[in-house]
């Protein structure tokens, strides 16, 4: 089955500052790579995500990059703010209705 | 939409007593899963449904647990009898082609 590892699992960052964190998977089938963002006490929620026919996708101050090739995908947010603290968790699939196996999560930390 | 929704979002039992999940969908996803966040292991999925049907179980830890899905609209976890370690959030979550949306989570304690 997938495997998806995670790190750094946590991550302190100025506020201001960028923040990156990276995931590899071992299924190549895997086409689908997702990430959640969960504050304390709620649930998972959908911040990203993107397909194994783009390389990269950029909303806003977050982006995410993905290397088929070597099967890493990571997580870029620019000018980092107190409330991008959470958990964040990567995830891969090999399609929508699929199971998604998710990293073990980045718990980031924005200090003011 | 409501979104998922799961109850009871707090629940606290002893051990050895039978607990509930309960999940409600979105309308029109086809798939739902469940799954179960602890510190130390992360998001852990334990069961997935496509079109009601049971598609992989594997995640399931043991005997004790149970998942039904009578159909599009519900869904249960069971745990029979219940144990100190199955203490944690359990989330359920119904996904179309776009991802995942998860419901706000059971927290599960026993005693």
């Known amino acids: 089955g997938e495997n998806v590892e995670q790190h750094p699992s946590t991550l302190s960052v100025q506020e201001g500052d960028s923040a990156v964190i990276k995931c590899t998977y071992s299924?190549?089938?895997?086409?689908?790579f997702p990430w959640y963002k969960q504050e304390l006490g709620k649930r998972p929620q959908l911040i990203i995500d993107?397909?194994?026919?783009?390389g990269e996708k950029k909303d806003q101050r977050i982006a995410v990059t993905l290397n088929k090739t070597a099967k890493h995908f990571s997580l870029h947010i620019t000018e980092t703010q107190p409330e991008d603290s959470a958990v964040y968790f990567c995830?891969?699939?090999?399609?929508?209705?699929?199971?998604?196996?998710f990293g073990i999560g980045t718990k980031l930390q924005v200090i003011p | 939409d409501a979104g998922v929704i799961q109850s009871p979002r707090h629940e606290v039992t002893e051990m050895g007593q039978e607990v509930t999940l309960r999940c409600k969908p979105i309308?029109?996803?086809?798939?739902l899963f469940w799954y179960r966040q602890t510190m130390m292991r992360g998001l852990e999925l334990l069961i997935y449904?496509?079109?009601?049907?049971?598609?992989?179980d594997s995640g399931m830890p043991e005997d004790r647990f149970s998942a039904k899905m009578p159909n599009a609209s519900f869904s249960t976890l069971k745990i029979q009898p219940s144990e100190p370690r199955d203490s944690a959030v359990y989330f359920c979550?119904?996904?179309?082609?776009?991802?995942?949306?998860f419901g706000s989570g059971t927290r599960l304690t026993v005693v």
């Open positions: 979550a119904s996904s179309t082609q776009y991802g995942y949306t």
């Open positions: 299924d190549s089938a895997s086409n689908y």
């Open positions: 993107i397909r194994s026919n783009v």
């Open positions: 995830a891969a699939s090999n399609g929508g209705y699929q199971k998604v196996t």
């Open positions: 309308s029109g996803h086809n798939s």
């Open positions: 449904f496509n079109n009601n049907v049971p598609i992989d």
